[in-house]
């Protein structure tokens, strides 16, 4: 028989609250017995199962069933267990559970197997494992990543630091979390129109205050809480500490990753000795400590399609300008993608030699995504080498990842390839590209 919907409660919940009830239950088992006949027609086996987060809080759990064979045979110490519409009663002064063959199911995890998809080693008939249960599964090493690992779609583990929490909309929190890795770049649909194409994950953009105090290189992932776990931000005392997102998924959104926290999501906080975490410091350090560090993960080797008037700029992150705290310009050598161009191209063919040249590019790189104008001067610069429009209208298309012989009704999936270029912020932070030109090959 599978699970209803009903949630899986704590040990604790279950010893303190849930006497005459049937519950859902996951926990280690430490220990078993041998199964043996009951008082009736039965057989019993009694197992005693913890919290994983909450290692005194033990609970008997007696198994009964008809067939010897259909008992759980738990093969190693710390093996994991899941038991649905088990009954909780008191025997001999203590709250313990009841594993009844008519109405209840089980199944046991190894915790240390690299067998995938939540596949127990044994199981009672009938057994489900829920979607929103999985989460409760551990699993090994096997389902960490870390953000330069991301895929869409898939279920992970992720060891990151948490640098801020806030409401995105009403009841919706949003977790913005870092590892110091680069999350691989993203497609873009061709038909995406510039006005279309965000700049952040969030509805809201972050006050200043807040963006000064994030790490110039590695992606920020933006991790929105399931509406279920609406008060999750009120009582989150973790911002600025390491932690492990267990059973989190990203999604796609605008060529953005986008996380997910499901109501399946646990999050478990990590000591700064934390082997893991060492392992996220140590790569952290050495990026930070090369130049090389500040360049995106994914944009080697460089394709020759720009070339920079002022190489001995430094190198910079878009973040390195976003945390700029100094009300004055600076200036950067960048290596970004252009991911939109507005107005479109072929408008901007018409006003190349006018005098109202003014484009807008959006660009981004591992750390954000920011809208910078290309415009006077610059553009005429930026253009210089290409003859005719047919061929800016071209490289333009080149600049957008936009696929050779793609129509403009077509619905084709573009990847922006990777240009270093020169950026300018102003004192009122406005972004102005600059110093850079196209290559003609």
């Known amino acids: 028989m599978s699970a209803s919907s009903s949630t899986i409660i704590s ?4 010893r303190q609250k849930r006497l005459k009830k049937k519950a859902n239950l996951a926990g280690i088992v430490t220990e078993f017995s041998f199964p043996r006949k009951s008082a009736g027609t039965d057989y019993v086996s009694i197992l005693k199962i913890v919290d994983e987060s909450e290692m005194h809080e033990e609970l008997s759990v007696h198994m009964f069933s008809d067939r010897i064979e259909d008992l759980p045979l738990v093969q190693s110490y710390k093996d994991f267990i899941i038991l649905y519409h088990v009954m909780i009663k008191e025997y001999e002064n203590r709250p313990c559970a009841i594993c009844n063959k008519q109405y209840s199911s089980y199944a046991l995890f190894d915790v240390n197997s690299n067998t995938p998809n939540y596949t127990p080693y044994q199981a009672s008939r009938g057994f489900v494992l829920l979607e929103q249960d999985t989460g409760y599964v551990p ?3 096997e389902y960490i990543v870390s953000m330069k690992n991301l895929a869409a779609n898939q279920h992970f583990d992720l060891i990151c630091k948490v640098l801020h929490v806030q409401e995105a909309s009403r009841n919706r929190w949003m977790f913005f979390v870092w590892d110091g890795n680069d999350a691989p770049p993203l497609s873009l649909d061709t038909k995406y129109k510039d006005s279309e194409i965000p700049l952040g994950i969030e509805p809201v953009p972050l006050a200043r205050h807040i963006i000064c105090q994030f790490p110039c290189v590695g992606t920020v992932l933006r991790v929105t809480v399931d509406q279920g776990l609406k008060d999750i931000g009120l009582h989150f005392k973790g911002i600025g500490k390491w932690v492990k997102f267990r059973n989190i998924r990203c999604e796609e959104h605008s060529g953005l990753w986008h996380g997910l926290f ?5 999050i478990r906080f990590l000591s700064e000795n934390d082997d893991s975490v060492l392992q996220c410091k140590r790569t952290i350090d050495e990026r930070e400590t090369m130049e090389e560090g500040f360049l995106p993960t994914w944009s080697t080797p460089l394709p020759n399609l720009t070339v920079v008037d002022y190489p001995s700029l430094p190198t910079s992150t878009l973040m390195d300008f976003l945390t700029n705290s100094e009300e004055v310009a600076i200036a950067g ?3 970004v993608r252009v991911v939109a161009i507005c107005p479109s191209v072929r408008e901007i063919c018409q006003l190349v030699g006018s005098t109202e040249q003014k484009i807008r590019l959006t660009l981004e790189d591992p750390t954000a995504r920011i809208h910078a104008h290309l415009c006077g001067r610059e553009l005429t610069r930026f253009s210089t080498c290409c003859l005719s429009l047919d061929v800016l209208a071209s490289k333009m298309n080149e600049l957008l990842g936009v696929p ?6 077509d619905n084709a999936a573009r990847k922006p390839p990777w240009i270093e270029c020169c950026l300018k912020m102003t004192s009122s932070r406005e972004f102005f590209f600059c110093g850079t030109r196209l290559v003609v090959q």
Not at 262 to 266: A, K, M, V
């Open 333 to 335: 050598r960048c290596i």
């Open 139 to 141: 699993r090994n090493s």
């Open 404 to 409: 050779a012989n793609c129509e403009e009704e």
């Open 11 to 14: 040990i604790r919940e279950a």
């Open 262 to 266: 499901l109501p399946s999501s646990r």
